[in-house]
């Protein structure tokens, strides 16, 4: 199992991205799944989170600018990133509670994440 992450680069402010995360491999179920980040010289902090069923949450940073939403057929996850401030600059990463084909509990998987440039 394993996720990917694409969709990264250079926008200037006020601008959009759109990433998009897939997971592939012997996948039996996916359930929760969410967007972390991490800027330069700051600790990972978490985005948003999607359940199964859709529900959504987000930091109280990127709430009203951010949203996150799935596709369950193609078990990829995507952030609709709007009004990008230079502050959103950092290394998005994806991660997702995976049950593999041969297990029978949910594991944690990362990708290898992305870098997103907010800069004039």
């Known amino acids: 199992v394993q996720l990917q992450a694409s969709g990264g680069g250079l926008v200037q402010p006020g601008g959009s991205l759109r990433l998009s995360c897939a997971a592939s491999g012997s996948i039996f179920s996916i359930n929760a799944m969410r967007w972390y980040r991490q800027a330069p010289g700051k600790q990972r902090e978490w985005v948003a989170i999607?359940?199964?069923?859709?529900?959504?949450n987000y930091a109280d940073s990127v709430k009203g600018r951010f949203t996150i939403s799935r596709d369950n057929a193609k078990s990829t996850v995507y952030l609709q990133m709007d009004s990008l401030k230079p502050e959103d600059t950092a290394v998005y990463y994806c991660?997702?509670?995976?049950?593999?084909?041969?297990?029978?509990?949910?594991?944690?998987?990362w990708g290898p994440g992305t870098q997103v440039t907010v800069s004039s």
């Open positions: 991660n997702a509670d995976i049950k593999p084909i041969d297990g029978n509990r949910y594991i944690g998987y």
């Open positions: 999607i359940s199964s069923s859709g529900s959504t």
